[in-house]
């Protein structure tokens, strides 16, 4: 079975309370983290019909400060199906109220597995691309999940090679003392 990604995508906005504010008066970023969650969950589920649970995040960059009164606006779509997993493309947007400007604040992908009534990994309905952008997103999965093997075989203990790696510390921020 195959399902379009417009089947699952999901939007919501939230306003920005004072008590998701951190101490500088931003919205917290783990709040923000915590809506992103939510409404990958929702995508998952809606697409394969089964709960789902987080199996990774990659990578959340902070892109811009929410202010307390914005509305945020999370969107989420599935850019790619395995075969019990599923990656949920989020895009995080504010919006002041008062002025209408719109700021994109962070781009995230999750990684999310659906699961059966005893806990056990479930096959999901295969996605259905339909336009050069999905495409795009489901060829840049596969990609992205290339490079997070390449990325755990390298730094894995039994494989680490110490001496590749001593030049480019030396100009960190860091001090080796072995």
Request: proline share 2%.
């Amino acid at each position: 079975m195959f399902k379009h990604a417009k089947e699952s995508q999901i939007t919501i906005t939230e306003l920005m309370l004072p008590s998701h504010s951190n101490f500088s008066g931003k919205i917290h970023g783990g709040h923000i983290l915590n809506l992103m969650d939510q409404i990958a969950f929702a995508c998952a589920s809606k697409h394969s019909r089964h709960y789902c649970v987080t199996a990774s995040v990659n990578r959340v960059d902070f892109l811009n400060p929410i202010e307390v009164g914005e509305l945020l606006t999370l969107k989420a779509s599935i850019n790619y199906t395995g075969r019990t997993s599923m990656v949920v493309g989020l895009r995080v947007e504010s919006e002041n109220i008062q002025t209408g400007e719109i700021k994109h604040c962070n781009s995230s992908y999750f990684t999310m597995v659906a699961k059966d009534q005893n806990g056990k990994n479930v096959p999901v309905p295969g996605l259905i691309l339909d336009d050069v952008q999905s495409v795009r997103r489901f060829a840049r999965s596969i990609a992205r999940q290339q490079q997070a093997k390449t990325r755990t075989t390298q730094f894995k203990s039994s494989e680490f090679k110490i001496e590749e790696h001593l030049e480019l510390i030396k100009k960190q921020n860091a001090k080796v003392e072995l």
